[in-house]
């Protein structure tokens, strides 16, 4: 029997297509792997969802389609290219079934070159996340009180859903955006660095 691994993604309609070429990466290179997608909808169109729905059924892969109600972090700092649908992945906790314990995030901005399995079994232990660590200035590491410069980057994540619920990390994640806006430049990226200082996973470069 194959394996089945959740997977989460959050595609908008700038990003759709980016998110089907991902999608599809993901397909052609973990043949012996099954996956159920958790697609948070961030106003994507009609049309659009139509093709990922197709996307999945000729593939047969499992899919469900989510809804966020971003009105308890309205007032998150936004740019010209990235809408509050960046903040999406705060919600992964109360929005993905509670018998999903587990799950990978992916940006839809990537291709994967090789099986996800050996990413998504690494033990991350009573981590909230495992992630890739990414080198950015010593501006970020002061702005969000970082002082072992360790920062990480939040377009590959390994989520440990059962930790975020048992801590209400949801509520404390929301709690830092809506107190400290002053601190966010790179929106979600900052808001789960400054939380999760030193309560993360530190992957591999290799993935």
């Known amino acids: 029997m194959k394996e089945l691994i959740n997977i989460a993604i959050t595609p908008d309609d700038n990003y759709a297509h980016h998110g089907l070429t991902m999608l599809n990466s993901l397909h052609l290179n973990n043949k012996k792997i099954k996956f159920r997608i958790h697609i948070i909808d961030n106003g994507i169109?009609?049309?659009n969802k139509i093709k990922y729905i197709l996307f999945f059924l000729r593939r047969g892969i499992k899919f469900k389609f989510y809804k966020i109600n971003f009105n308890e972090i309205k007032n998150a700092p936004i740019s010209d290219h990235i809408s509050i649908a960046a903040y999406s992945r705060l919600f992964l906790s109360s929005i993905i079934p509670?018998?999903?314990s587990k799950i990978i995030y992916l940006d839809c901005d990537l291709i994967i070159l090789k099986e996800i399995n050996e990413l998504f079994y690494l033990e991350i232990n009573e981590n909230y996340v495992g992630a890739i660590r990414e080198i950015v200035s010593k501006e970020t590491l002061e702005r969000l009180e970082?002082?072992?410069s360790n920062?990480?980057?939040?377009?590959?994540l390994i989520v440990n859903l059962e930790k975020w619920r048992k801590d209400k990390i949801e509520e404390i994640l929301i709690e830092f955006v809506n107190k400290y806006p002053e601190k966010i430049k790179f929106w979600d990226q900052d808001v789960l660095n400054f939380c999760f200082k030193k309560k993360w996973f530190m992957v591999d470069f290799k993935f």
Not at 151 to 156: E, L
């Open 151 to 156: 920062y990480f980057n939040s377009g590959v």
């Open 98 to 100: 509670n018998n999903i």
């Open 45 to 47: 169109s009609l049309k």
């Open 146 to 148: 970082i002082t072992n």
